[in-house]
T-cell receptor
Framework: AQTVTQSQPEMSVQEAETVTLSCTYD???????LFWYKQPPSRQMILVIR??????QNATENRFSVNFQKAAKSFSLKISDSQLGDAAMYFC?????????????FGKGTKLTVNP | GAGVSQTPSNKVTEKGKYVELRCDPI?????LYWYRQSLGQGPEFLIY????????DSGLPNDRFFAVRPEGSVSTLKIQRTERGDSAVYLC?????????????FGNGTRLTVT
C-alpha cells in the first residue's frame, strides 16, 4: 500500500527564521507527483508546492522550496523568512494511480507554529 | 463563484439519521473529488467523478455512503444510518483534469458530528 509519513506532529519557528518539514513516502510507481498542502483553521487545503518525480530539479515557489531525494523517497519542505501567516497544518501528499483514476494519498500532517 | 463551495459548513445529526452534504465545484471543472478527514489525520480519498460518472468509488467505506453528480457540476455525498464513527470533516475538491496535471482546489469542508 502507498504510504506517506510525516514524522513531526508539531514544529515551531521564530518569525523571519527558516524551518524544514519532513516527509517520506513509499510508492511502487515509477512516475508520480508530490505535493505540500497548507490547511489553516478555515479548513481549506491550499496547494503550496508541487514536484514531478521525473524532474531532478527541486521545485521552488517564492519562500517555499523542497528537497526532493528520489532514491531515499524523501520530500521535505523548507520555508524561508517565516511569517505569522504561515502558521497552519501542512500535509505532504503523493499521487496514486489506481483503479483507473488518480488520487492523492496524504500524510497525517505537521502543525507549524510561528512565534513573533 | 470564485472557489469550491460546500454546504452546510457544519452539520450535527443523531446516530441513525440520514445526511446530505453538498459540493459546488469551480465552474468548468470536470473532475470532482470527495475526501474525508478524521481528527488528527490527513484527508482520505472517498470518490472521484469525471463529469457525471463516478470513475472511482473505491474509497467509500461501506454501502451507507453514496455520492451523485447528475449534471456534471454539483455533487451530493449521502450518508445513510449515520454512525458516530462517521464524524469527520468532509472535503470536496475540483480540478480541470487529473490532479497531478491540474491542481486540486478544495472547499472549506463540512464538519459532520454524529451524536
Amino acid at each position: 500500500a502507498q504510504t506517506v509519513t510525516q514524522s513531526q506532529p508539531e514544529m515551531s519557528v521564530q518569525e523571519a527564521e527558516t524551518v524544514t518539514l519532513s516527509c517520506t513516502y513509499d510508492t511502487s510507481e515509477s512516475d508520480y507527483y508530490l505535493f505540500w498542502y497548507k490547511q489553516p483553521p478555515s479548513r481549506q487545503m491550499i496547494l503550496v508546492i508541487r514536484q514531478e518525480a521525473y524532474k531532478q530539479q527541486n521545485a521552488t515557489e517564492n519562500r517555499f522550496s523542497v528537497n526532493f531525494q528520489k532514491a531515499a523517497k524523501s520530500f521535505s519542505l523548507k520555508i524561508s523568512d517565516s511569517q505569522l501567516g504561515d502558521a497552519a497544518m501542512y500535509f505532504c501528499a503523493c499521487t496514486l494511480l489506481q483503479g483507473g483514476s488518480e488520487k492523492l494519498v496524504f500524510g497525517k500532517g505537521t502543525k507549524l507554529t510561528v512565534n513573533p | 463563484g470564485a472557489g469550491v463551495s460546500q454546504t452546510p459548513s457544519n452539520k450535527v445529526t443523531e446516530k441513525g439519521k440520514y445526511v446530505e452534504l453538498r459540493c459546488d465545484p469551480i465552474s468548468g471543472h470536470t473532475a470532482l473529488y470527495w475526501y474525508r478527514q478524521s481528527l488528527g489525520q490527513g484527508p482520505e480519498f472517498l470518490i472521484y467523478f469525471q463529469g457525471t460518472g463516478a470513475a472511482d468509488d473505491s474509497g467509500l467505506p461501506n454501502d451507507r455512503f453514496f455520492a451523485v453528480r447528475p449534471e456534471g457540476s454539483v455533487s451530493t455525498l449521502k450518508i445513510q444510518r449515520t454512525e458516530r464513527g462517521d464524524s469527520a470533516v468532509y472535503l470536496c475538491a475540483s480540478s480541470q483534469g487529473a490532479s497531478y496535471n491540474s491542481p486540486l482546489h478544495f472547499g472549506n469542508g463540512t464538519r459532520l458530528t454524529v451524536t
